[in-house]
């Protein structure tokens, strides 16, 4: 069985520049998890997407927006984008119950980007 | 308020056992969960315990939660070379957030 697959798996913008960044789920899974580990900064929140709609969001601006599809892929979207912003970001993806989860997560190897 | 905490590195000689302590402070999670990341590689879920418990032994991992104290712990029995990795816990809260702490990074001496 496919894990959670990422690409690009590298990207290199400019300041100012947008970057998209894209996840495909464990087949049967709905919900797609996106999080940030910058250098030295850990793991951060950034959006939980289940049956195609957002659901929680972290404390990121505006300008890092995402969408899940039909098909329970996910794409990341970062505008105008900082210094900062340069980091690996991980997608995860989960089976997603009515009645809860048990939470666990599947990490895809994560898309590095940097921002130069 | 959610925070979740850990030593930064960890370094034990092969054959020992390993500890990695990990506090957190939302008393609402209901999950805890241990992650290894090793390099230039996603994160892989090694075990959770679910908060009613205060242990759960898989093979050679035990972890230990004491929910008075908001304190987990992960014990690598007999450790090996290849546990060379960073270590991550995490908490689930509220709105399926998963929370993770800094990481701790444990080299493994032979």
């Known amino acids: 069985e496919a894990g959670v697959t990422q690409s690009p798996t590298h990207l290199i913008k400019t300041r100012g520049q947008q970057a998209t960044l894209r996840c495909s789920p464990i087949?049967?899974?709905?919900?797609v998890y996106w999080y940030q580990q910058a250098l030295g900064l850990g793991l951060q929140f950034l959006l939980w997407?289940?049956?195609?709609?957002?659901?929680n969001r972290g404390n990121f601006p505006p300008r890092f927006s995402g969408r899940q599809f039909p098909n329970y892929s996910s794409e990341l979207n970062v505008n105008a984008l900082e210094l900062e912003d340069s980091a690996l970001y991980l997608c995860?993806?989960?089976?997603?119950?009515?009645?809860?989860?048990?939470?666990?997560?599947?990490f895809g190897e994560g898309s590095r980007l940097t921002v130069l | 308020g959610e925070d979740v905490e850990q030593s930064l590195f960890l370094s034990v000689r092969e054959g020992d056992s390993s500890v990695i302590n990990c506090t957190y402070t939302d008393s609402s999670s209901t999950y805890l969960y241990w992650y290894k990341q090793e390099p230039g590689a996603g994160l892989q879920l090694l075990t959770y315990?679910?908060?009613?418990?205060d242990m759960k032994q898989d093979q050679r991992l035990t972890v230990l939660l004491n929910k008075k104290d908001k304190h987990l712990s992960l014990r690598i029995a007999d450790t090996q070379t290849g546990d060379s990795a960073i270590y991550f816990c995490?908490?689930?809260?509220?709105?399926?957030?998963?929370?993770f702490g800094g990481g701790t990074r444990v080299l493994v001496k032979p």
């Open positions: 315990i679910f908060s009613n418990m």
């Open positions: 087949s049967g899974h709905t919900s």
């Open positions: 997407y289940d049956e195609g709609e957002e659901r």
């Open positions: 995860a993806s989960s089976p997603q119950s009515r009645q809860g989860t048990t939470g666990e997560l599947f």
């Open positions: 995490a908490e689930m809260a509220a709105g399926n957030k998963l929370t």
